[in-house]
């Protein structure tokens, strides 16, 4: 993914491997800056978006899981409300080169995405 095909505030989903259960992660893009997230909901363990790259609300202002409502601080994953408040989604480093390309580092297992805390 390349910075120009985000706009400001934005926010996309990717996958990462093949098969029945690839890596499912999301980049947001809030005032020049680059978020990325594991697409798991703490609440239900399931993605955050239902209908694709439906991440953002009020301006792009909060992360919501369309599926039970909760919300969650761009710039931190820090639910805010909802079923998992004060729990967050699983950051992922992330940057953007001098040529636009997005990079993010998926975690070393992917058992932790998957897994109840």
Not at 49 to 60: K, Q, S, T, V, Y
Not at 62 to 91: D, K, N, W
């Amino acid at each position: 993914m390349n910075t120009d095909e985000l706009g400001d505030p934005d926010a996309r989903s990717f996958l990462v491997g093949d098969g029945d259960w690839p890596f499912n992660g999301f980049i947001v893009r809030r005032q020049a800056k680059i978020f990325a997230y594991a697409n798991i909901c703490p609440h239900r363990r399931h993605p955050l978006d239902l209908e694709p790259h439906a991440f953002l609300i009020d301006n792009g202002n909060l992360i919501r899981c369309t599926s039970h409502g909760a919300l969650f601080c761009p710039e931190t994953g820090v639910c805010l409300s909802g079923p998992c408040a004060g729990h967050r989604l699983m950051a992922l480093s992330c940057r953007a080169d001098p040529d636009g390309s997005i990079r993010v580092s998926a975690p070393e297992t992917l058992r932790d995405c998957y897994l109840p805390e």
